[in-house]
């Protein structure tokens, strides 16, 4: 059954003052969710390689990936992270997250259906993720939100880590672009 919360729930691009809390977030999230999918090593190395404060505080100057955040009251309860994809009009949804205490609410689609307009508007037709082929109950919540499973890619990362994942897609309807 669905939770119900009744606090104002605000989703907000991120902005430099929010890099270091979001960093712990995401932390938070990936020590709790990715035991059993990947190893923690492997978890210690993604967080490294992708979620350095500096590193998406340059994106977010530079605008090489957008960022928005989910906030439940006064907490940040989660984030996402996209950006232009490899083929034209495409957008890649590279980070999506929504902290366990938050899940079930509604707040991932919520983050969802407002990148999903947010691209639209932008110009682009389309979107796409990746996601670890054992991580079952986010690919059920993608698949609820209309995406399907298009292709399946086995990712070198470096280091010995390799990122065993399908490719989920989804048409965004017309654009402008
Ligand atoms: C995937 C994630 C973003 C979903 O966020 P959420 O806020 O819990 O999801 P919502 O409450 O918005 O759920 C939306 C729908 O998906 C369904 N759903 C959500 N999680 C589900 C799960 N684990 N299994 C099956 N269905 C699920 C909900 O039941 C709901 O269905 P409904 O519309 O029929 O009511 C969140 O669980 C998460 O951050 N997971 C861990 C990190 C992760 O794997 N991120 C994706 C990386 S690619």
Avoid at 4 to 10: E, F, G, N, P
Avoid at 113 to 120: G, L, N, Y
Wanted: proline letters at 3%; a positive charge; aromatic letters at 12%.
């Amino acid at each position: 059954m669905k939770r119900r919360c009744k606090q104002t729930v605000r989703v907000s691009p991120v902005a430099e003052r929010d890099v270091e809390r979001l960093a712990g977030l995401a932390r938070e999230i990936w020590y709790l969710h990715y035991p059993g999918i990947i190893t923690v090593r492997q978890i210690d190395y993604m967080l490294a390689q992708r979620y350095q404060p500096a590193v998406i505080a340059s994106q977010i100057k530079t605008n090489g990936a957008w960022w928005d955040k989910i906030d439940v009251g006064s907490q940040l309860a989660g984030f996402a992270g996209y950006e232009p994809g490899f083929e034209a009009r495409s957008v890649k949804l590279d980070k999506l997250y929504v902290h366990p205490r938050a899940q079930g609410y509604g707040f991932g689609r919520v983050l969802l259906t407002h990148v999903e307009a947010r691209s639209r508007e932008r110009g682009y037709s389309k979107l796409y993720l990746q996601v670890n082929k054992g991580n079952a109950g986010s690919i059920a919540f993608y698949q609820l939100a209309g995406f399907e499973i298009t292709d399946k890619v086995n990712v070198d990362i470096g280091h010995g880590y390799f990122m065993d994942d399908f490719v989920m897609s989804k048409q965004l309807g017309d654009s402008t672009r």
